[in-house]
């Protein structure tokens, strides 16, 4: 029986991986119950592929969706590229397809009716590992110089290979020789053999590196010495490696299929890396994207922060609207990624609703979904962190870890406030804020309220008094804009901000409204808005990316009201 191959593209970080309280493996939410072998990832957009299914996420690995593909009915994904909108997939027998953009539609290729073990690129370079039930010849590794399109034999072998390609060069073995191309595939160098060669499972060229998975240990030999070490630290002995993954220094492994490892010395020393998995689950094949861990199994997608001080979070959202919040720094601010199912704008709270866009740390939004789902948050870890609130009904977020109410200090010490109250369905009083959650509290007075995961003295709590007023409603519509009672201008939020931040304000009367950012010197160097606007709350954001740090103001003017408030642009 043939095995799948690993085969990717490396790529090099500077960040060295570190274990943290929340490095353990989450299930990806959608993905259960699902067999799938290979994955792929380019940033926002990754594949994942199995038995007549192909997966997508848009939003950096946190939802995943099936897709309806071209591919014929009984094709099996075994091998995935993807770069930007183009996407290439490896079948079973079927041989390549191509899509342009980014999976929607799929065309078969040259490389028709073949099995292929194996994608990855080195540039705008292609290259598959491919063969045929008769391996006749026309089976080894091709090269596709048309994104993927056109593809040419340049080593053919009749028995499958094991094939990886980096930075450094190609790297393949044919049962009995090994061999490396520093130019693409032109030339190939024959290396020196392995002390015991037995049945390879999987090759990897990791810089000047070589490793070399067989039945009998991981071996491995940095170029250009000629000696190959057993790499069997923390190993089982005699383990058998059938891919890695890597990120800077450190190197994962998925050890017979079943048990993933990691090395934080270039594969001196091995530990093992399972925590969260369930006994009896299938590993096969590993991707690491923005600090995080991938891994298809045989029962979906599992993910694991590989990043010190970074977190994969699971939270639930109910079937219509939900009080929720950014528990971590997120890959993405955008409202259409972290929530892409909601079926309402996000709203913010200041004197009234304001529709936004984007959500940020610090702030609680109300969102509409139209099922009960389960969700995940990635990114870094927030352990603290300061909110300020103002008297009156405030909607705060939450931090990474669950924060007892009972440990929220503030400033100025012992700030009086309401009860904190959570929703679903209604309202009910929250005992801690939990990730990804919203709440609302009546404060006394302005003032921050701080959330921290680290131990706090009783003397510098907030005081919670609680009354039998109930926090504002919910939105009553998607849509709903009503006229307000009073003109104005809320603080901006973020702030300090770098490098974008969401302003927002009030319109009782129809007119000509203009919002301006003005620097210290009382120069004009942004135009938000300039319209005649009907009566109501409104939200924009301004992106500074092309403005230097530093103290500006902003300006809200109609024809009976103006107000200018400062904002702190810190890079």
């Known amino acids: 029986m043939k095995r799948l191959l690993l085969f990717s593209v490396i790529v090099f970080f500077s960040q060295l991986f570190s274990v943290d309280t929340f490095a353990q493996w989450v299930q990806i939410p959608g993905t259960a119950g699902k067999y799938l072998y290979a994955i792929s990832g380019d940033g926002q957009n990754m594949f994942a592929g199995g038995v007549d299914s ?27 590229m993807n770069s930007g909108d183009n996407v290439v997939a490896g079948t079973d027998f079927w041989g390549v397809y191509r899509s342009l953009d980014n999976g929607v539609t799929w065309d078969s290729t040259t490389l028709e009716y073949f099995t292929v073990y194996s994608l990855g690129r080195n540039g705008s370079t292609y290259f598959a590992a491919a063969d045929l039930f008769e391996c006749l010849d026309d089976c080894g590794i091709f090269i596709s110089l048309d994104n993927g399109f056109t593809w040419d034999n340049i080593f053919f072998n009749a028995d499958p290979l094991t094939f990886s390609v980096s930075t450094s060069g190609l ?7 090994l061999y490396r191309s520093t130019n693409n595939g032109t030339v190939w160098t024959r290396l020196n053999a392995l002390p015991n060669q037995g049945y390879v499972y999987a ?3 990791f810089g000047n590196t070589v490793f ?42 998925n050890i017979d299929g079943a048990s993933v490892y990691f090395s934080a010395d270039s594969g001196a020393s091995w530990q093992l890396f399972n925590d969260g998995f369930p006994n009896g689950i299938s590993v096969q094949v ?56 909601a079926n309402s704008p996000a709203f913010y709270y200041q004197a ?32 603290s962190d300061s909110i300020p609130i103002t008297i009156g009904w405030n909607m705060i977020g939450s931090i990474s870890p669950t924060v007892s109410v009972n440990n929220i200090t503030s400033v100025p010490v012992g700030l009086v406030t309401s009860s904190f109250f959570g929703y679903s369905t209604g309202y009910v009083i929250a005992d801690s804020i939990k990730p990804a959650k919203a709440y609302w509290v009546k404060s006394t007075q302005d003032g921050i309220l701080i959330l921290s995961s680290t131990t706090i003295t009783a003397s510098n709590t907030i005081r919670v008094i609680h009354t039998d007023e109930l926090p504002p ?4 519509s998607e849509t709903q804009n009503p006229k307000p009672e009073s003109f104005s201008l809320s603080q901006n939020y973020p702030n300090p901000f770098n490098p974008t931040t969401n302003f927002g304000f009030r319109i009782v009367d129809y007119g000509l409204v203009t919002l301006k950012i003005f620097d210290v010197l009382g120069r004009e160097v942004a135009t938000l808005v300039n319209e005649n606007l009907q009566p109501g709350a409104y939200g924009i954001q301004w992106d500074a990316s092309d403005m230097p740090s530093g103290v500006y103001c902003y300006k809200l003017q109609t024809g ?8 702190n642009l810190l890079r």
């Not at 192909?54 to 995935?80: F, H, K």
């Not at 790297?171 to 020789?177: G, R, W």
């Not at 740390?361 to 927030?382: M, Q």
């Open 203 to 205: 090759t990897r060229l």
């Open 212 to 253: 070399v998975a067989t039945d009998s240990g991981l071996y491995r030999e940095t170029l250009p010495d000629t000696n190959w070490q057993l790499s069997s630290v923390g190993l089982p002995a005699n383990a058998q490696v059938v891919n890695f993954a890597e990120r800077g220094s450190s190197l994962f492994a």
């Open 286 to 341: 590993l991707s690491v994207q923005d600090g995080f861990l991938f891994v298809t199994t045989s029962d979906g997608i599992w993910v694991r922060a590989v990043d010190d001080g970074k977190a994969a979070i699971q939270y639930v959202v109910e079937a219509g609207w939900n009080m929720v919040s950014v528990p971590v720094v997120p890959l993405t601010n955008e409202k259409s990624l972290l929530f892409p199912n």
């Open 352 to 383: 009234g609703y304001v529709m936004t866009d984007s959500l940020w740390n610090r702030y609680g939004y109300w969102v509409k979904s139209p099922y009960a789902d389960t969700l995940l948050a990635l990114g870094e870890i927030v352990d």
């Open 473 to 476: 409603s919910p939105p009553k």
């Open 560 to 567: 009976k009201f103006t107000e200018t408030k400062k904002l």
């Open 54 to 80: 192909l997966y997508r996420s848009t939003n950096y690995g946190m939802t995943w969706q099936g897709v309806e593909t071209d591919l014929p009915n009984d094709a099996t994904v075994i091998s995935l």
């Open 171 to 177: 790297l393949l073995s044919d049962y009995e020789d």
